[in-house]
């Protein structure tokens, strides 16, 4: 049981779900199923190169967002490099004018583009892992630090303790094996680099783990695939250790994840939330799905909560990098065509897609037809008795996900005030934002008081095709005949009304001014990605004196650290030096001509790539 020291003086603290948006679509569905924000590319200059958005379609998701109180925050977290500049000042100059509500960066230089005041991110990017870092963000201007997700929960409570500025985790979906803006491994094998939103993956890749001298320890594993991060049954603890907005991976992922994932983190932070009165929830509406959230469902690489209470093994995915869903049961019998799964196992149905282990592969094939207990895939090829079935797409599920009908609504209450000459409408939603709507004329006293009462009710309940949804209604004064007519005004007027105040209102920001701080050292190496004259500037104003060139300037990281990571081969493969220290003298993954010597620092409990590219003539 880990006990938290009281965190230093906060603000009131808003609680955040923070949903990832490939294009409008997607972030529609990520409002609409629960998110109180909302993170998107924008048409450059983010770290997912592939989705990508014109600033109308981002200015389009603000327009959508904002009746909810939900944010729609930029992502502009890339490096830069001189020539960029420019054009990377006119697009934040963009979106701002869009109505985001915030950047999200990793280049400093926008510290010193003379932007208009606006709600400053830090991206993980910026390798997020210590107080130190946080608080020298806080006070350069940072409203809230994005955290690596190799941190346990001391350590993001400790940074939360340490600084009030808005502290965001990531809670779910893919894991960057190398700490996040200081991986170089893409950028060693290609020319497309991490830091610069083009990402080629290659930690998802098989290597051979060798002893660099010809002896082959591991071959043809994916030694470096972590599985997916989910901390849905960790929130109740992070929200006590100080997270203010939990986040979900997924710019890149389809509807069905968006869906799937915000309404099930909807419903676990609403039940967190209702311990804990002193918090608040940051966006209006009660989204409500038409059917049952199952992570285990949508995209998975396997479950891990990484390093979360400590570092460990047991992270990794070896076999093969790709999702391969839920456990569904083990084979029974097998006959020419089809198989059985032993009692207890899930049922599958026609259409679902399917896969399993084979020969230290993953082999996905499809359901043609289901007999009863009886399952005819399109192959039966590598199923044998004892086999474990996965199912990686459950088209049950995919359609009841992709039909969903669910709509986020705003709670309301309504008071009608009624005279012989005039009747005031007034609704209030749950934020006590308001409005009326008035009509005057001369009214009778109505002969049956209950019926016009029940009418009035009937009418003043209503919210056709708008975002609200009425849950009470209070009559005043004098039991009066109105027709339908006039009740139907009242409530389309002060509703309409009541919609324009809350898609004009401006949202509370926390924009931060810089203050004159100086860093903790008076040096930069090649990894802190100085690479323009602005980075560096605002470098210089806060003391460091010595710049490295950036390794994505140089045309060759032979000889260079390519990848920093907590995530350790040796410890997943029970060979820690520490601990059983049975391999011993250099260990080197190879692929083909590319080759990299592994440092173990076990001082700071940390793994380095070191690139010894082969070089053949």
Same mark, same amino acid.
């Given at each position: ?47 997912? +190169?592939? !989705?990508?958005?014109?600033?109308? /379609? =981002? &200015?389009?998701? *603000?327009?959508? $967002?904002?009746?909810? %109180? ?87 409570? +400790?940074? !939360?303790?340490?600084?009030?500025? /808005? =502290? &965001?985790?990531? *809670?779910?979906? $893919?894991?960057?094996? %190398? ?87 909807? +419903? ?6 209702? /311990? ?342």
């Amino acid at each position: 049981m880990i006990t938290f020291v009281p965190m230093m003086e906060r603000r009131d603290r808003h609680i955040e779900l923070l949903a990832p948006a490939r294009d409008f679509a997607t972030g529609r569905d990520a409002v609409d199923f629960g998110a109180d924000a909302v993170y998107i590319g924008g048409p450059k200059f983010g770290a997912r +190169r592939g !989705a990508v958005n014109a600033t109308e /379609e =981002i &200015e389009r998701l *603000v327009r959508y $967002a904002r009746p909810y %109180g939900v944010r729609v925050y930029a992502t502009l977290n890339t490096i830069l490099y001189d020539r960029e500049l420019e054009e990377a000042r006119r697009i934040a100059l963009d979106l701002i004018a869009a109505g985001v509500s915030a950047l999200i960066i990793q280049d400093f230089a926008y510290l010193r583009m003379d932007l208009p005041p606006v709600e400053l991110h830090a991206s993980t990017q910026m390798h997020n892992m210590s107080v130190e870092q946080a608080v020298f963000l806080s006070r350069c201007g940072f409203s809230r630090i994005i955290l690596e997700r190799a941190l346990t929960l001391e350590e993001i409570a +400790r940074i !939360a303790q340490a600084t009030d500025a /808005e =502290i &965001e985790c990531f *809670v779910h979906g $893919a894991i960057c094996v %190398g700490y996040s803006g200081r991986c170089f491994l893409s950028r060693s094998m290609s020319s497309r680099s991490g830091n610069r939103g083009a990402c080629s993956q290659p930690c998802r890749l098989t290597y051979d783990l060798t002893d660099g001298r010809g002896g082959v320890i591991r071959s043809g594993l994916h030694l470096l695939s972590v599985q997916d991060l989910n901390l849905s049954a960790h929130i109740p603890e992070l929200l006590d250790a100080g997270v203010d907005s939990f986040k979900i991976e997924g710019r890149l992922k389809d509807a069905v994840y968006i869906r799937n994932a915000v309404a099930c983190y909807r +419903r676990v932070i609403d039940e967190a939330l209702a /311990e804990r009165p002193d918090l608040k929830r940051a966006s209006a509406g009660r989204s409500l799905p038409d059917f049952t959230p199952d992570l285990s469902r949508s995209f998975q690489r396997g479950e891990t909560t990484f390093f979360f209470h400590g570092l460990r093994s047991g992270v990794a995915s070896f076999d093969t990098p790709k999702s391969f869903g839920r456990r569904v049961g083990r084979v029974a019998r097998v006959d020419r065509e089809g198989f059985v799964l032993e009692p207890g196992g899930e049922r599958l149905a026609s259409g679902d897609g399917i896969c399993f282990f084979s020969g230290g592969r993953l082999v996905g094939t499809g359901v043609n037809r289901v007999d009863g207990d009886r399952v005819v895939p399109a192959s039966i090829e590598g199923i044998v008795r004892g086999t474990d079935i996965y199912r990686n797409f459950d088209r049950l599920f995919v359609r009841q996900v992709e039909q969903s009908r669910t709509r986020r609504t705003v709670g309301v209450r309504v008071t009608a005030d009624r005279s012989r000459d005039r009747i005031v409408v007034r609704y209030v939603d749950e934020e006590g934002l308001s409005s009326e709507a008035e009509w005057t004329g001369c009214f009778e006293e109505a002969e049956q008081s209950d019926k016009a009462r029940e009418m009035a009710r009937q009418q003043l309940s209503r919210s056709g095709d708008t975002i609200f949804r009425v849950e009470e209604v209070a009559l005043k004064g004098v039991d009066i005949f109105v027709p339908v007519a006039v009740w139907n005004e009242l409530r389309r007027t002060a509703l309409a009304r009541l919609y324009t105040i809350r898609s004009e209102r401006i949202l509370p920001s926390r924009i931060r001014q810089e203050e004159s701080v100086a860093w903790g050292n008076k040096e930069l190496t090649a990894s802190d990605n100085v690479t323009n004259h602005l980075s560096e500037r605002f470098w210089r104003d806060h003391g460091v004196v010595r710049f490295e060139r950036g390794l994505d300037l140089e045309k060759s990281l032979r000889g260079r650290c390519v990848m920093r990571s907590r995530y350790c081969i040796r410890r997943e493969i029970g060979a820690c030096l520490r601990e059983h220290p049975r391999l011993q003298g250099d260990l080197y993954l190879e692929r083909g001509s590319a080759r990299y010597r592994l440092e173990f620092d076990c001082a700071r409990c940390e793994m380095k790539l070191i690139d010894e590219k082969i070089w053949k003539d």
